[in-house]
């Protein structure tokens, strides 16, 4: 009996002792399957230190994690443009100390002093991308080129998924009506509430961005919202992927990585921001996840197939097309109500 | 009526196994979608085993459950012990405070946790979320079960028993120690192993109390299957549907072997 | 009772048997549910965070059509489940209870039921899929393939799964005790099949029954994740919105009011159906 209890104790004490060892840990909150893990072995080698890896499924939900007590939990994350400064304001993110971001120097000059986060205060970009719509060419009976597909029940070309990201669903709504992605309209986004609570009826169901792609692989759905990105990564899975920006114009947006003011382990956060700076490690994250790289350095070094791909480099005249999403400040409240009553339903 | 009946609890079992077969074959299944079998294999096998996070995952769950069932298992027998011997001003309501971790759903459980965190993140500074809150929430639907089931077996008990130790000259602990302990066992560790099997299967609390590095098991399955079902996961259920089979076997074996 | 103790010593042991228990359930019992009662009253701020003013708005806005509706359809799952779950897992009970090999019947019923049970419900997605295992039998006759998650259906049909051995169980034990003499004197006084059985078998379950009932209608009416997973977002329960509150939406007032209402209605039902059936009902869920 003695010997029982002091073995269970000896197991309790060992169990209890926390795993926060002798080695740093960077805890790293990111999109799912967004980072190759060679590449994270890579950083590990480099500094001796551990990176945990958590992912999320939108950002609401990351959001959501962070303020519910998560921000002191994560070292980094990967946030979409139109958080950034949003982020800053809750205080969850501080200015960047840049001085300790060498790498800095290798972005392309846009990303330098990019709108969604002028003079790049708080955050380092990681991708940038577009947001379309993607599609089974042998699933869908109809072309698959405008909104419409989603929102206007005679346009429906197949079984369909709404995107599982507040602003950039609601932001399809948006532009298929003529209005902005940014704005703040009550009358424009009760219409696009409306709009959207009449395709929840029609879809399939909302689901994240990887999410989507693998429900149309598996021929559970033809169309869905998604980006660039997963649709060229899909496609090394089948070919009758393909991907297509609407003729209303999707989204250009850049994903960044801030450094979360009350985390643990911020050095290393500098750090595995630098690295991902570094031309190599920049070609070998955007070869893997097909996006495009902020890097200027890092583009010649990408497969030429990727250089050339415009759904990875869109060129010039379809860029103009495409809008940015904003940080609108207190009034993304109108939005969250909207997403909240789409959801409840 | 006879064979009705027999029927009808095979079609019932069937319909209780179907999906978990469908899971098992599948998960020996090359393609990595649909249901077309197009040929055995064990690679699914072999990524699960060689994916690091899941061993931790899985390490995860059992320091979990081990950890709360223990606290919870201490905790419930002694709180049952109480509520049966003695009276005390409260004690009903202290029973029915009982019944709460059983009776309400899930969710709500796990966001008062969700907030009793935050809260107290803002006025003391801690906890952070981890495995420790983790642990905090298993023992606090834990304990009511093992406090119930414990509670069921000592009224069953003659507090005789103990009477006679006292008249013997045993002191409290020793009584304690010796005799009711002793009697209670069978309830205890019903009461432990329940624990036990709730937090091993627990998602819905887990979900609201677990910080990064605190994954769970049943947390994994569910991102796995939200982000698109792979094979590894079948593989994963398959293991653990066979260790849960196993056990279940082991204990009826031996159950009956004792008599 | 303790009577050669003194009034010390008595003190001293109920603080250490009930001291510790009581303590955690009074810290992470009580002291959450006040939480929550009170965050139910408190306002959601323009970042998500919880402030004054203090007022009904959370409970006003509960009584808004599509909350009412989530409301609705838990109840319709909760009380379809359970129906369903008499339905197959009555008889099933009474199979089992009469069986000569009935331990072994029971350990077949215990296997799925220490399933964790996400990989139950993962198992339904996987045979629902439209390119999933039910369509592939559809289409050997030439039906389909239909979409048929997500829908409630679907929903409905993993909720019965995954909660019928949690109601075969206590039936079962009720079953077990049964007094099989009863039937027997009602055949001696006349009564014919149906009616004995009725009469003089189905009122000697009942605290199997109620506990059986409970242990599904609850569950079901709460739970979120077979609606997450076989709802897609289309099938939204009570469960569904408490737990989008304090994730996507931010919004810990409005769950708080929802998690208050859900645990006033859950209690609210048990502490009636326990009046109706005597304390003996209650303690029968142990």
């Known amino acids: 009996m003695i010997a029982r209890f002091s073995l269970l104790l000896l197991a309790l004490l060992l169990t209890a002792c926390p795993k926060r060892a002798e080695v740093e840990t960077l805890y790293f909150l990111n999109w799912a399957d967004y980072i190759p893990e060679e590449l994270v072995r890579k950083f590990e080698r480099e500094t001796g230190a551990k990176v945990v890896l958590d992912t ?18 994560f070292s980094l994350v990967v946030a979409p443009d139109y958080y950034v400064l949003q982020m800053a304001r809750e205080g969850l993110v501080a200015p960047l100390d840049k001085g300790r971001l060498a790498g800095l120097a290798n972005l392309d000059p846009f990303f330098q002093d990019p709108p969604y986060d002028p003079g790049l205060q708080y955050s380092v970009p990681y991708f940038w991308g577009t947001t379309g719509l993607a599609y089974r060419e042998d ?14 029940p005679k346009a429906q070309v197949g079984p369909f998924l709404l995107l599982d990201e507040m602003r950039e669903t609601i932001g399809a709504a948006l532009r298929y009506l003529g209005y902005s992605l940014n704005t703040t309209d009550p009358e424009a986004l009760e219409k696009a509430k409306e709009l959207l609570i009449a395709a929840k009826a029609r879809s399939v169901g909302f689901a994240g961005g990887v999410e989507a792609l693998n429900r149309i692989l598996g021929g559970d759905a033809a169309v869905s919202l998604a980006y660039s990105g997963d649709v060229l990564q899909a496609r090394q899975e089948d070919e009758r992927l393909r991907y297509a920006l609407p003729k209303e114009g999707g989204t250009l947006w850049t994903d960044a990585m801030v450094v979360l003011k009350r985390g643990p382990a911020q050095d290393l956060a500098y750090r595995f921001i630098d690295f991902l700076l570094r031309p190599e490690n920049a070609a070998e994250l955007a070869a893997y996840t097909r996006y495009a790289t902020p890097v200027a350095q890092a583009v010649p070094l990408l497969p030429q197939e990727m250089r050339q791909d415009p759904t990875v480099f869109p060129p010039e005249e379809v860029r103009a097309k495409l809008e940015y999403l904003k940080d609108l400040g207190p009034d993304i409240a109108l939005y969250d109500r909207v997403w909240t009553e789409v959801k409840a339903r | 009526m006879k064979r009705l009946l027999s029927l009808h609890a095979l079609l019932v079992y069937l319909f209780l196994y179907l999906p978990i077969l469908v899971i098992v074959a599948l998960s020996f299944n090359e393609g990595r979608r649909g249901v077309r079998f197009t040929g055995f294999t064990l690679d699914w096998y072999r990524a699960l085993f060689q994916d690091p996070r899941v061993l931790e995952y899985f390490l995860n769950t059992l320091i979990v459950a081990f950890t709360s069932t223990l ?80 509670r069921s077996r000592l009224l069953l008990l003659d507090p005789g028993l ?66 698109g079902i792979s094979p590894k996961v079948h593989a994963l259920s398959t293991l653990i549907v066979g260790l849960s089979a196993f056990f279940l076997a082991l204990g009826y074996a031996l159950s009956r072997r004792r008599i | 009772m303790n009577e050669a103790a003194t009034p010390f010593q008595r003190f001293f042991r109920i603080l250490v048997t009930v001291g510790p228990g009581g303590l955690w359930l009074f810290l992470f019992v009580l002291l959450p549910s006040l939480l929550v009662l009170l965050a139910s009253f408190m306002t959601r701020g323009p970042y998500g965070e919880l402030t004054g003013p203090l007022g009904l708005h959370n409970y006003l806005r509960l009584l808004e059509s599509p909350y009412l509706q989530a409301f609705a359809q838990s109840l319709w799952v909760g009380v379809w489940a359970t129906l369903i779950s008499v339905l197959l897992g009555y008889p099933l009970a009474f199979y089992i209870a009469r069986h000569p090999r009935r331990d072994l019947l029971l350990l077949l019923l215990l296997i799925p039921f220490f399933t964790n049970f996400l990989i139950r419900i993962y198992a339904w997605l996987v045979l629902l899929q439209k390119e999933g295992v039910v369509n592939a039998f559809l289409q050997a006759f030439g039906l389909g393939p239909f979409a048929l998650y997500p829908s409630f259906a679907a929903v409905l049909l993993a909720t019965v799964y995954t909660f019928l051995p949690f109601f075969v169980l206590p039936v079962y034990a009720s079953v077990e005790h049964t007094d099989w003499q009863l039937l027997e004197a009602a055949y001696d006084l006349g009564a014919r099949p149906f009616k004995a059985f009725f009469h003089a078998i189905l009122p000697q379950t009942y605290p199997g029954l109620f506990a059986g009932s409970a242990l599904v209608f609850i569950p079901a009416m709460g739970t979120f994740v077979v609606a997450d997973l076989l709802g897609a977002g289309r099938v939204v329960l009570i469960g569904n919105l408490i737990q989008q509150q304090f994730g996507i939406s931010r919004d810990w007032a409005f769950g708080g009011a929802l998690s208050i209402f859900l645990m006033g209605f859950v209690l609210l039902a048990l502490y009636l159906y326990a009046r109706a059936q005597g304390e003996r009902g209650f303690r029968e869920l142990v």
């Not at chain 2, 008062?112 to 809150?133: I, N």
């Not at chain 2, 624990?195 to 769970?216: E, M, Q």
């Open chain 2, 71 to 150: 606290v919870a298992t201490v905790l419930g027998t002694l709180l049952a012990l109480g509520l049966v011997r003695y009276r005390f001003p409260g004690k009903g309501f202290l029973r029915y405070l009982l019944y709460i971790p059983v009776v309400v759903p899930d969710v709500v459980l796990g966001v008062s946790l969700l907030l009793l965190f935050a809260f107290a993140r803002e006025l003391l500074g801690f906890p952070r979320l981890s495995l420790l809150t983790v642990i905090l929430g298993h023992i606090t639907f834990q304990v009511a079960f093992v406090t119930l089931v414990v």
């Open chain 1, 56 to 73: 999320f499924e939108s950002p609401e939900a990351m959001l959501a994690k962070l303020k519910a007590g998560a921000d002191r939990e």
């Open chain 1, 139 to 152: 699933l869908v009976r109809g072309p698959v080129d405008s909104y419409a597909v989603l929102f206007d």
């Open chain 2, 162 to 227: 103990e009477e006679a130790a006292r008249d013997l000259g045993a002191r409290g602990l020793q009584t304690f120690l010796h005799v009711t302990l002793p009697l209670a066992w069978p309830g205890v560790a019903a009461g432990a192993l329940l624990a036990l099997t709730l937090s091993l299967d627990d998602f819905v609390v887990t979900f609201f109390t677990a910080g990064p590095g605190a994954t769970t098991l049943p947390l994994y399955i569910y991102s796995s299957v939200k982000l």
